[in-house]
């Protein structure tokens, strides 16, 4: 059965769930998720997770990511992006330093409201599924972080190509209308390409026409996925069946810390936690 890591380059129209789905059919494999949603109209970088590889989606998901992001300013959408509707259209005399002093407003730990047409739920209905019947609804802000954002290229008067690394949360879209609030003119995302996820960058992509070719040689291991960690290899037969069983090890030659975990002939068994010489499992990715 196929298991791995697919470092897809996502095609703009496409929903990340369509592109498991369409994996799930090349390789007649049930078990594919994805390590982080882009919406339709972004493309670049999706990890896709298949067979036993499933288990690591959590560790994609919670990630950072890195963004290319088009800002446009003038205008307002409902959907905080190009897909939407109008709602405003503004002159704009914002230059290219002003909006990179609006920039600096932004990095580190910011609060960011949700966006009405996003996946988030309130008392058990999507945001969306709200937006689409014409409803808003009070969203509290919740905590995120901008790593690093840099102005790559002012492209015409109103439109920015920004580069964005973010924590696990942050919607691009919300981050350009907000800009646009702050600059007084408004602004919406008229472009979005993810440059890296869980660590993948672009340069390891693939295109869905590449799977349907080669299949699932072009799957990663799934242990690519903790490669800043470092490796242990368990030293004997015992202690590789209390790994195998679920159970702890010592070894008191081990700084704390999180290892990759393999077994004496190379399988990659778990990720787990190093304290005090004992190492315990967070993860375990052997078996069926």
């Known amino acids: 059965m ?3 890591i697919l470092i897809i380059d996502k095609p703009a129209g496409w929903t990340s769930m369509d592109v498991c789905a369409k994996i799930r059919g090349i390789l007649h ?10 919406d339709p109209m972004a493309t670049g970088v999706l990890p896709v997770f298949v067979g036993q ?4 989606v959590e560790f994609a998901e919670n990630s950072r990511k890195e963004y290319v992001a ?16 109008t709602l405003e259209i503004h002159p704009v005399t914002a230059s290219r330093k002003d909006v990179e002093a609006a920039m600096a407003r932004f990095l580190g730990p910011i609060q960011q409201v949700p966006p009405m047409y996003s996946a988030v739920k309130i008392n058990g209905q999507k945001l969306y599924d709200l937006a689409r019947r014409g409803k808003e609804v009070a969203r509290k802000p ?3 972080t901008i790593y690093e954002l840099e102005l790559l290229e002012q492209v015409s008067e109103t439109d920015y190509l920004l580069r964005c690394v973010c924590s696990k949360g942050t919607y691009i879209r919300t ?9 007084g003119c408004g602004g919406t995302l008229y472009s979005l390409r993810r440059t890296m996820a869980a660590g993948y960058r672009l340069d390891r992509a693939v295109t869905l026409e590449n799977v349907q070719e080669k299949g699932e040689s072009l799957l990663l291991p799934t242990d690519t996925l903790f490669a800043q960690y470092p490796a242990y290899t368990v030293p004997s037969a015992g202690k590789e069946n209390r790994v195998r069983n679920g159970g702890a090890v010592t070894d008191n030659s081990l700084a704390d810390g999180t290892y990759r975990v393999y077994g004496r002939n190379g399988d990659f068994l778990c990720l787990s936690r190093a304290e005090h010489g004992t190492l315990t499992s967070i993860k375990n990715f052997f078996g069926a």
Request: glycine letters at 18%; a neutral charge; proline letters at 2%.
């Open 2 to 4: 196929p298991n791995g």
């Open 53 to 56: 590889a499933t288990r690591a």
């Open 175 to 183: 981050l350009c209308h907000d800009m646009g609030q702050a600059l």
């Open 142 to 144: 919740r905590d995120i």
């Open 29 to 38: 494999e049930k078990r594919v998720g994805h390590g982080g949603t882009l």
């Open 70 to 85: 088009g800002l446009r300013l003038g205008q307002v959408t409902d959907t905080q992006d190009v897909t939407g509707q």
